[in-house]
């Protein structure tokens, strides 16, 4: 099982970049998908996941309506949409595939089994 992720870069506070989860070894309908960050100093933080199974989706309150998260079947890859940027969405942004149980929170790094490098998103002016 592997996860790549990738898109990551130099963004103006208002900018957008979409990050990609390249999976392989195994498909998406197996496991949850979720995109974790992680700012200097600070724990890591689930942002977003998606259940393939039902397509349910998680969104961490801080983007809302501002990050999407989708997958494509056809390649094995999740994508994470990111727009209207912040400074504070300065991280290391890591994909990871586990378990989602029906009921249960995604938003939880413990709960992944597999993680792919991170990929730096840095919001600057």
């Known amino acids: 099982v592997q996860l790549q992720a990738s898109g990551g870069g130099l963004v103006q506070p208002g900018g957008s970049l979409r990050l990609s989860c390249a999976a392989s070894?195994?498909?998406?309908?197996?496991?949850?998908i979720g995109w974790f960050r992680q700012a200097p100093g600070k724990e890591r933080e689930g942002v977003s996941c998606?259940?393939?199974?039902?397509?349910?989706?998680y969104y961490a309150d801080s983007v809302k309506g501002r990050f999407t998260i989708s997958r494509d079947n056809a390649k094995n890859t999740v994508y994470l949409q990111m727009n209207s940027l912040k400074l504070e969405d300065t991280a290391v942004y890591y994909c990871?595939?586990?378990?989602?149980?029906?009921?249960?929170?995604?938003?939880?790094?413990?709960?992944?089994?597999?993680w792919g490098q991170g990929t730096q998103v840095t919001v600057s002016s």
């Open positions: 998606i259940r393939s199974s039902d397509g349910s989706r």
């Open positions: 070894g195994f498909t998406l309908d197996d496991y949850a």
């Open positions: 990871a595939a586990g378990p989602w149980p029906f009921g249960s929170s995604c938003r939880w790094p413990h709960t992944y089994d597999y």
